[in-house]
């Protein structure tokens, strides 16, 4: 839920609001977020602003995977 936050103000300031999806796996232990990425304003097509989105969402993504030890957590970024 952190990455979720994280991303609050980026969305906030492209005026974009992806789609969240979390998941969790009791048997592995591991965790997953899944984003859907779309334009509303362009009826539910992908726009530049959704590549912008997903390269920012993958980038801060990496920052903060390797800040953490823990490999459990993967994050789903879909257009």
């Not at 899944?34 to 920052?63: G, R």
């Not at 490999?71 to 970024?77: E, K, Q, T």
């Amino acid at each position: 839920l952190e990455f979720i936050s994280l991303m609050k103000d980026k969305c906030d300031e492209l005026d974009h609001h992806p789609s969240w999806t979390f998941n969790s796996n009791n048997t592995t232990k591991t965790y997953s977020i899944n984003v859907n990425l779309t334009s509303h304003f362009a009826k539910n097509n992908v726009t530049e602003k959704d590549y912008e989105m997903a390269a920012y969402m993958s980038y801060e993504y990496e920052k903060l995977m390797s800040l953490y030890k823990d490999s459990r957590f993967r994050a789903m970024i879909s257009l």
